[in-house]
């Protein structure tokens, strides 16, 4: 093998890798308990010859358990009705990134991952070859073990190493090597040469820009050829033109750059000829009739065992999102494979990975770009566009050189079946947007499915709901059976609609919310039913109280009008008289840095030493001064830091639970952090923000309470990281704005008082604090549980009591906690959550006298019991 220069140092600025996983059968659970598992958990058809696998992969890593989700598209090679090809760019041309989203759309692809690897810093041109349509895109690097997977023209699948052959010859016969086919520049290994110095290379249609790998290292001199005829040469300079569609334009620097001149003039012919080749000579494939090819990295199995790398993994370490392309071993089956880094699902390695694809049947595979460039799209059986499957790494869909898609070649056929779509579940008097789609035998939309739907009549059992159009709009609850008709064909489906008896549980998501004066707060209230099923209740459908504080809630949106004189917030949410509760302690914002009143002396720090940083004091439109951090992560190596450190002499009072600011950001997606120095002079390094991913000013916050400071403490700097692993997804310049830094000190969620009461079962004598009271009615015990009381009790114990007389419902309130109870009815809601007594709540002597025990674990009531006496003691 020739030796050639090594793309490793590019591999920390460019890439980042994908895993993958393949289908095949779930694996048994029969080995020892550290053998990794796979199992399918769900299958769809997306067209004739292509299915959707879902996967999860369990296993353990430093004796902890976790699990990774995994998308595997299989292929039917041998099915005419479908292909698998190259999506590139956009327009079909390199240099004009597109998530991948936007190709499979454009291209109108069935399914489709992410691709080759790239370098971020470059024009966005794939490292590796690239065919697609059987037209040649690019050609390989002069670079060792970058695979490639590839189709011949039998539909037999390839993944193999491949280097390059061309030459150009001019009219006096003669002949210059080409470097390569839209290519950018790269180094070769193990040197360290640059692969633009006296080289040449090809530049046609498919690069979509003027500017041919000018990184500043060479001098181009280009050629501009039109069919066959040298049309124009700029010596030291470069054609301001992208190359004709009939032509091309040849790139030269260095010796290469001296034959141009010494050998080409304007009106002469140049002829050119070139190859791709496998590097193991003994193989012969018939390269100029493949279907498809494009360039990865890494091989990963071979005959359905790990192979060695053939690249170094070391910059694609870790447990990231990993993207994967191989065959079976009968090369009858395509699989194309993403395993998921994001939420619960917690990435593979790329020993992983391996292991993944042979678990599910993968005999030969590679390596294609992940991380943050992992997606996924397929579309939904019936619907004409794709959609994102999986869940990216960072959260957004990132723009890439080129992908694999997956193409339906049938034609259109008789249709086969109509599919409703509607939500998993419904709420009472909620307007859900139905829809249905139809498809034919080779399970691909119907053209004109769209036109029916929009005419289709939408029917109902009137005792269930009714029909707008096609809004329904549910009025009982259970399986309903609703009908669309279009035409002389007609689907109906069933749904189910839930109200107070199906819902299992009820939740206001206010984990970790920090109140701040003016802000806005969305609350989502999610349901969980008996049968497992989850979503949000639609904002219109919640009945709101909001206790404590000046506050509006209007469409699931808190606006915080005013904090002033509180301790807490209390939030309760009611969807068909089912009510869930939220406490939200209100602490006390203190502004510390503010350059309009409260300046900190502010300066620029940034390492390493290659990193550049500053700060500056910048007037926004009203004449508000706000901090500006600039940053350049452009050179040096490694984990990137940009600083704007503040005075740490100045102490902040107190003890605050949190720290905000009023942040600029640059969509960047570099992390926010801020160094916290505390009492004893150790350093926190406290996270504002896991990814600037937003333009405009927003509040950020972090909670300052779990990490054990010694106070008082002081603000460090507030600072900008560009992390090793991953620097390709992220800018490398940017700028942030910093205002209004202030610390929130702690609320405390009210607790009500201690008071104490003692009761006697079968007696009416009570005490209260001590103090000689008579009830009306005595705690009796039922069926081994006691009953007590309600009202008196809970008046006694610092609680409010209410009762709905049309539902026989009593609700008790304490604190944070609340308890809704029926009469006669063993169940009940314990904060949100259903729960089922031993024994029904009553009424005797028209009083209601409810369980003990149940009060006592959900109001966190303490309770003491005297067996000799039978004496209670509530606290």
């Not at 042979?358 to 566009?385: C, F, H, Y």
């Not at 509180?566 to 302690?585: C, E, F, W």
């Not at 009202?791 to 709905?804: I, K, P, Q, S, Y």
């Amino acid at each position: 093998m020739i030796k050639h220069k090594a793309w490793y140092k590019l591999s920390t600025v460019i890439l980042s890798a994908m895993i993958g996983l393949s289908p095949f059968l779930p694996i048994s659970n029969t080995a020892a308990a550290a053998e990794p598992t796979v199992t399918l958990t769900n299958q769809e058809i997306l067209t004739s010859g292509a299915v959707l696998k879902s996967y999860v992969w369990k296993s353990t890593r430093s004796n902890k358990e976790y699990t990774t989700n995994g998308k595997v598209i299989e292929v039917d090679l041998t099915n005419p009705n479908i292909k698998v090809d190259v999506m590139t760019g956009t327009n079909n041309q390199f240099t004009k990134k597109q998530s991948v989203l936007g190709m499979a759309t454009e291209t109108k692809a069935v399914a489709g991952v992410n691709g080759d690897f790239y370098n971020t810093q470059a024009e966005g041109v794939p490292m590796g070859p690239e065919i697609a349509n059987g037209q040649l895109m690019a050609t390989p690097p002069y670079l060792p073990g970058f695979y490639s997977f590839a189709i011949d023209k039998n539909n037999v699948p390839i993944v193999d190493l491949f280097t390059f052959d061309g030459s150009v010859t001019t009219k006096d016969g003669a002949k210059f090597a080409l470097g390569g086919i839209n290519k950018t520049y790269y180094w070769f290994e193990p040197g360290g040469e640059h692969s633009m110095v006296d080289a040449m290379f090809m530049y046609t249609n498919t690069w979509g820009q003027v500017d041919r790998s000018n990184d500043g290292v060479t001098v181009p001199t280009e050629v501009l050829v039109e069919n066959g005829i040298i049309k124009q040469i700029a010596d030291n300079g470069i054609i301001d033109m992208i190359a004709p569609k009939d032509g091309y334009i040849l790139r030269a620097s260095g010796k290469a750059a001296d034959f141009v001149r010494q050998h080409m003039k304007v009106g002469d012919p140049l002829n050119y000829n070139y190859q791709i080749l496998p590097q193991d000579a003994s193989k012969t494939y018939d390269t100029k009739n493949f279907k498809m090819m494009i360039g990865g990295h890494t091989i990963l199995v071979d005959g359905g065992q790990p192979t060695d790398f053939s690249r170094e993994v070391a910059s694609l370490c870790c447990t990231r999102s990993r993207t994967a392309i191989g065959y079976s071993k009968d090369m009858k089956t395509a699989y194309i494979i993403t395993a998921d880094n994001a939420g619960d699902s917690k990435g593979l390695t790329m020993t992983e990975l391996q292991q993944f694809m042979i678990k599910v049947g993968v005999w030969k595979g590679m390596n294609l770009d992940g991380g943050g460039s992992t997606q996924m799209v397929a579309r939904p059986l019936g619907e004409t566009a794709p959609v994102l499957v999986n869940k990216t790494e960072t959260g957004i869909q990132r723009l890439v050189v080129n992908g694999v898609g997956v193409y339906s070649l049938a034609p259109q056929g008789a249709v086969k079946d109509l599919v409703i779509q509607a939500p998993p579940i419904l709420f009472l008097n909620e307007q859900a947007p139905l829809s249905f789609k139809a498809y034919d035998e080779y399970y691909n939309p119907v053209v004109d499915a769209g036109k029916a739907a929009a005419s289709a009549k939408w029917s109902v059992d009137p005792a269930y709901g009714s029909f707008k159009d096609n809004i329904f709009t549910p009025i009982k609850t259970g399986t309903v059976k609703v009908t669309a008709a279009s035409g002389s064909g007609s689907q109906t489906s069933e749904v189910e609609v839930v109200g107070r008896d199906q819902i299992a549980s009820l939740k206001i998501s206010v984990d970790n919310l920090a109140l701040t004066e003016g802000e806005s707060y969305r609350l989502p209230v999610i349901a969980t039913t008996r049968s497992g099923k989850t979503r949000e209740v639609p904002p219109e459908l919640i009945h709101w109280e909001v206790s404590g504080i000046k506050a509006v809630i209007q469409n699931g949106v808190m606006k915080v009008d005013s904090l002033a004189g509180v301790s807490q917030a209390q939030l309760i949410a009611t969807y068909d008289g089912y009510s869930t509760i939220a406490a939200i302690a209100v602490g006390q914002d203190k502004m510390w840095y503010d350059l309009d009143n409260y300046a900190v002396m502010t300066m620029s720090a940034a390492k390493p030493e290659e990193v550049t940083a500053s700060v500056y004091i910048k007037p926004d439109s009203s004449n508000n001064k706000y901090l500006e951090l600039n940053y350049d992560f452009t050179k040096g190596t490694g984990t990137k830091w940009a600083y704007a450190q503040m005075d740490t002499g100045i102490q902040i009072e107190g003890e605050p639970q949190f720290i905000k600011m009023k942040v600029n950001g640059d969509e960047s997606l570099n992390a926010l952090k801020t160094e916290i120095k505390d009492n004893s002079g150790k350093i926190f390094y406290v996270e504002l923000a896991p990814r600037i991913d937003w333009k405009g000013w927003k509040l950020v916050s972090a909670d300052l309470s779990g990490l054990g400071l010694k106070y008082p403490i002081s603000v460090k700097s507030v600072y900008v990281v560009d992390d090793e692993i991953g620097q390709d997804e992220r800018a490398a310049k940017g700028t942030v704005a910093i205002d209004d830094i202030m610390f929130t000190y702690k609320g405390q969620v009210s607790t009500p008082s201690k008071n104490s009461v003692g009761l006697t079962i079968n007696k009416t004598a009570v005490t209260v604090n001590g103090k000689n009271m008579t009830l009306e009615q005595a705690p009796v015990i039922v069926s081994g549980n006691t009953l007590i009381p309600i009202r008196f009790v809970t008046d006694a114990l610092g609680g409010e009591v209410r009762w709905d007389d049309q539902e026989r419902k009593v609700t008790v309130i304490r604190g944070n906690k609340m308890i809704d109870l029926w009469v006669d009815s063993p169940e009940l809601i314990a904060n949100g959550q259903r729960v089922t007594a031993e024994v029904a709540p009553t009424i005797m002597n028209n009083l209601t006298v409810v369980p003990l025990r149940i009060l006592s674990e959900n109001l966190g009531w303490k309770v003491t019991w005297d067996e000799k006496t039978k004496h209670i003691t509530l606290q």
